[in-house]
């Protein structure tokens, strides 16, 4: 599998693409397919939140499903997990692209609804799930090192900010056209086109993570008969994945909340698609400048430690943003920016803390279970996007939107009272999360880091 290639710039810009091809459909779902089916398609937004929430129940079994066969499955010719993603990396474009199918638009809302829940989950519980699960597991077979791998989620986190700065710069420039009252309005059929880019963009980005990434680490194959019970039993009770698990509900309450909300608040609130498209950048520059020093900071004061401390700075930036009540477009992209210095740090470590629970859970228990924890994570932050869809969604609904009230004056208003109060309670349930409930601080890390060097050392 390559074990004589030493980890390197290939690796990383590697496991970036990888990220790159994720975010293609998953930016795309978060930040566009609530607004294309709302007021595209004229599906309610409380059936839209109803419908993503229900599917991470889908999820609940497809993930820890997907997370058995990835640690059951026999290595390929490159590897056990990296096979995963030219195997998928076409049938979950194809769904994507199918979620936005415009040419439905006449039909019966009866059939517009079935055709949101079928797709949906056929791409986000299905074949999302087949190549997200093992490209995730993928970190622990690419090196044993810590630095290694706090690299490699540093440049995951670049690669899903790429993503992120094509889709929302791009998109709100292009799939917007103005109504006979000067209105921003979102366009069915330019929609389906741009999902149709994001689609050939994720499978280009999915094949060069394929071909630029190396297996180094032999991860065994587990072959003992599966027990739902002893596995559940045994999560509930591992401490760091149920504070993990739960600090990424927060974040992803907090990061989708924010990326879906600045499809209203732009075009219905402000009336500025281009300073939408400008937060689409500002994301990049962000999180490029917080990746120059991340690494380094949480090495010397742990990784937890820095995550809460940079939930409770996001905290603050939008409660003071809704103190002033904003009116002008610019100064709130300003804000934006400051903010997301607490998501990109997150993000920038998030990754790192998941193989610090792995490391963790082989400590306390002697078994190394990769595919099957790093699922039992991914459902987490499905489950985030969940509680931010069904929030938003619930929300938007209490507030009384809707394709005829888009943009009457107290249905705006309510559109960035929302923007801003939602996360901030989401940052500083995350800080409350990470500092009472995740146990892995800086001095426990690093101890388990250096039993299991001892340990390898033994079997070597």
């Known amino acids: 599998m390559g074990e004589n290639k030493p980890f390197g710039i290939k690796d990383k810009l590697g496991y970036m693409f990888g990220d790159f091809g994720n975010d293609f459909t998953f ?3 978060s930040m566009i397919l609530m607004k294309f089916y709302s007021d595209v398609m004229g599906v309610s937004v409380g059936i839209i939140g109803f419908m993503m929430m229900a599917a991470r129940f889908v999820d609940a079994f497809t993930d820890v499903a997907m997370g058995q066969i990835v640690d059951r499955s026999r290595p390929g010719k490159k590897g056990k997990f990296i096979e995963w993603i030219r195997r998928m990396c076409g049938p979950v474009a194809v769904a994507s692209f199918l979620m936005y199918a415009s040419w439905f638009q006449n039909m019966s809302m009866g059939f517009k609804i079935f055709w949101m829940f079928f797709t949906y989950l056929l791409w986000g519980s299905v074949f999302y799930t087949s190549i997200n699960i093992p490209y995730g597991s993928m970190v622990s077979a690419v090196s044993a ?18 993503a992120g700065t094509v889709i929302g710069v791009l998109l ?13 309005v979102l366009s069915g059929e330019k929609t389906m086109i741009a999902a149709l880019f994001c689609s050939i963009g994720a499978v280009v980005c999915y094949l060069l993570c394929y071909v630029l990434m190396t297996e180094r680490v032999k991860v065994e ?9 002893n596995l559940l039993a045994g999560l509930v009770k591992n401490k760091a994945l149920v504070g993990i698990v739960v600090a990424s509900i927060c974040m992803l309450l907090v990061q989708l909340t924010v990326s879906t909300m600045t499809t209203y608040v732009f075009p219905n609130y402000f009336g500025n698609t281009t300073a939408q498209a400008a937060t689409g950048l500002v994301g990049l520059v962000v999180t490029l400048g917080c990746a120059a020093f991340t690494v380094r900071l949480s090495q010397r004061f742990g990784r937890k430690e820095l995550a809460v401390v940079s939930s409770l700075f996001g905290a603050a930036v939008f409660a ?18 400051v903010s997301y210095i607490g998501i990109a740090v997150f993000n920038l470590i998030c990754w790192a803390m998941i193989t610090d629970v792995i490391d963790d859970t082989e400590v306390q228990t002697g078994e190394r279970s990769d595919g099957t924890i790093y699922a039992v994570y991914s459902f987490a932050r499905k489950l985030g996007q969940a509680a931010s869809s069904g929030v938003t969604g619930v929300l938007l609904t209490a507030i009384g939107y809707s394709q005829a009230t888009a943009f009457e004056p107290q249905v705006t208003k309510g559109i960035y009272n929302l923007t801003c109060l939602v996360p901030a309670i989401g940052f500083v349930l995350l800080a409350v999360v990470l500092f009472f409930l995740y146990p892995l601080d800086r001095k426990r890390v690093e101890e388990n880091s250096r039993m299991l060097s001892e340990k390898h050392e033994v079997i070597k």
Not at 150 to 161: E, K, P, V, Y
Request: charged share 20%; glycine share 4%.
């Open 145 to 162: 090192e810590s630095k290694d791998r706090a690299q490699l989620s540093n440049w995951r986190t670049i690669g899903s900010a790429l």
């Open 172 to 184: 709100p420039l292009v799939i917007y056209y103005q109504d006979e009252n000067g209105n921003s």
């Open 221 to 229: 194959r587990k072959t003992e008969k599966f027990n739902l019970g």
């Open 320 to 337: 003071v943003a809704y103190v002033l009540q904003v009116t002008n477009a610019w100064v709130f992209v300003v804000i934006y920016a």
């Open 27 to 29: 930016i795309l779902s």
